[in-house]
């Protein structure tokens, strides 16, 4: 009996763990989505993404995404608005002009985080 | 023994409720009022024509270029009686026509900023 | 002092005075500024290449270009304008009648400031308004019939010097319309002409380069592959307003003839090579 409470609570433990780890890669998988398709993000017009096929270079390749934002509301903040960091800026306010939920992009930041 | 048994059910049962960590189902709201989704009939019509005087307001070279098109849906919304929608829809026209105001100050004050300098 | 000699005094002072509003003149000042920015930038780079747009940057591309061009695409849309150019008007006149220099080799002093009208004229403005003043309907523009008329008149200018005139007060405040159209921020994604042709003229959007604003109008009308056919330079402006998010305007208005005619103005000195063919 005992034994058998013990295995069934380990069992749980472990699908839930399990469900968590499905959901963050979800979440990633996602933003990954919402990355390359050219009505959301279109981020390879722009920007150098791994193996990604013909991006542009308006702005710098998206490389050591964790060292370079070690805060991640600051890269939020980047998608969000870039014209707060540069008024001149090429980037579009994918937040602040409605092409983009604050879903989309959390999802968005944390797949460029595993860059 | 028969309560020893009743406890590990009972913990059995809390344990395996846990297991569950998919989405909780959408709450239904039992306060809705049907008589109160008729009357946004005015408040829909009100918020979809403040929409569209906002729009035709915006300087034409300030307007963007798929913002017509969530007005148009907002009043084929209210046409077939979703006035929730219609009232998000239009919010959100409204919203964008604030934003497209605000890039045309911004423009006036500083489109200078981006002629490049020579030196 | 008699006052024959008062008046021509006077005269003379307020001709003196008018020079000094036009050497304030912005526009002059543009035109040699921009010329300056991209030789800094681009030392390696002639002035006088930057008519071949976005190829000067991209041997590969412009190899590909130049191979095009030994059967260019727009050779036809050459010989109908020409057709359509020489076909008199129901009343016995032709286009030839509208134009100086019977409207041969004229394309580098279009946009053109008229006093009279208080307007912008381009070049496929005046064809309309030559066809409305010979009672014909107008053209539909952007492609078709004006493009062709305007493919062909460019053909018989190509290597005329562009020299638009900038020089009266309503002409200088048109010129500064269009330059302040070029440098602001529009559309949904917030981009001004200036964010892709100047300081990023050189780079790339996806797989293409955009192509720096000097030059930028001497190759028009253009053939472009995603097109099938040629269009005009105004029909392009349209697609980039869309590019951008932002609500395209109509065909000829006061802005895009005023975008046009500063765009043209800063690309004086050099030569037509239109039309062309781009991707």
């Known amino acids: 009996m005992k034994l058998y409470t013990l295995l069934l609570l380990l069992f749980c433990a472990f699908a839930n763990a399990q469900d968590e780890k499905n959901a963050i890669n979800t979440t990633i998988e996602q933003g990954y989505q919402l990355v390359k398709n050219r009505t959301m993000g279109n981020c390879l017009a722009c920007h150098m993404i791994q193996d990604e096929k013909a991006p542009g270079s308006f702005g710098p390749p998206l490389v050591a995404m964790k060292a370079r934002f070690p805060d991640r509301s600051i890269l939020f903040n980047q998608v969000w608005d870039a014209t707060t960091m540069n008024p001149s800026t090429s980037m579009p306010p994918f937040g602040k002009n409605m092409i983009l939920s604050k879903d989309e992009i959390e999802k968005i930041v944390s797949y460029l985080l595993t860059l | 023994m ?26 239904i709201d039992l306060n809705s009022d049907p008589n109160k989704v008729s009357d946004n009939v005015a408040d ?54 604030v934003l497209m105001t605000e890039q045309k100050q911004f423009a006036n004050e500083y489109w200078q900023d981006l002629i490049p300098k020579s030196n | 002092m008699n006052m024959k000699n008062i008046i021509k005094i006077l005269s003379f002072l307020l001709l003196i005075n008018s020079f000094n509003v036009f050497s304030q003149n912005v526009a002059s000042d543009d035109a040699q500024m921009f010329k300056d920015y991209f030789s800094k930038r681009f030392p390696n780079i002639e002035i006088e290449e930057y008519v071949d747009g976005s190829y000067i940057f991209d041997e590969d591309a412009k190899e590909q270009w130049l191979e095009i ?33 019977n409207g041969i080799g004229i394309k580098q002093k ?67 319309q269009g330059k302040k159209y070029y440098f602001s921020k529009r559309g949904q994604l917030n981009m001004a002409c200036a964010n892709c042709h100047v300081a990023t003229s050189n780079l790339r959007l996806r797989n293409e380069i955009p192509g720096p604003m000097l030059g930028q109008v001497t190759h028009w009308p253009v053939y472009r592959s995603k097109w099938e056919n040629t269009g005009t330079i105004q029909r392009r402006f349209k697609g980039c307003n869309t590019q951008v998010r932002a609500k395209a305007l109509e065909y000829q208005s006061e802005t895009y003839r005023n975008l046009e005619y500063f765009l043209t103005y800063i690309s004086n000195g050099l030569p037509i090579n239109g039309p062309s063919t781009r991707k």
Request: charged share 25%; glycine share 4%; proline share 3%.
């Open chain 2, 2 to 27: 028969i309560i020893k048994k009743t406890v590990v059910v009972l913990l059995l049962t809390f344990l395996l409720s846990n297991c569950d960590s998919s989405q909780s189902d959408e709450k």
């Open chain 3, 69 to 101: 061009e030994d059967f260019p695409p727009y050779e036809f849309d050459i010989e109908r304008g020409q057709e359509l150019f020489e076909t008199p008007f129901t009343n016995g006149k032709s286009y030839a009648s509208c134009f100086e220099n």
């Open chain 2, 44 to 97: 829909s019509k009100k918020i979809l024509d403040n929409a569209k005087n906002a729009l035709k307001n915006v300087d034409a070279e300030f307007q963007w270029r798929d913002t017509h098109l969530i007005l148009e849906n907002a009043d084929k919304a209210m046409n077939a009686g979703d006035f929730k929608l219609s009232i998000d829809l239009s919010n959100k026209v409204i919203q964008q026509t």
């Open chain 3, 110 to 176: 279009y946009p053109k400031w008229n006093e009279a009208q208080k307007a912008v004229i381009t070049l496929e403005y005046a064809i309309n308004q030559c066809r409305e003043s010979n009672n014909e309907i107008p053209l539909a523009y952007g492609k078709g019939d004006i493009a062709q008329i305007s493919a062909y008149m460019a053909f018989t200018s190509r290597g005329n010097i562009i020299d638009i005139q900038v020089s009266t007060k309503e002409s200088i405040e048109a010129y500064l």
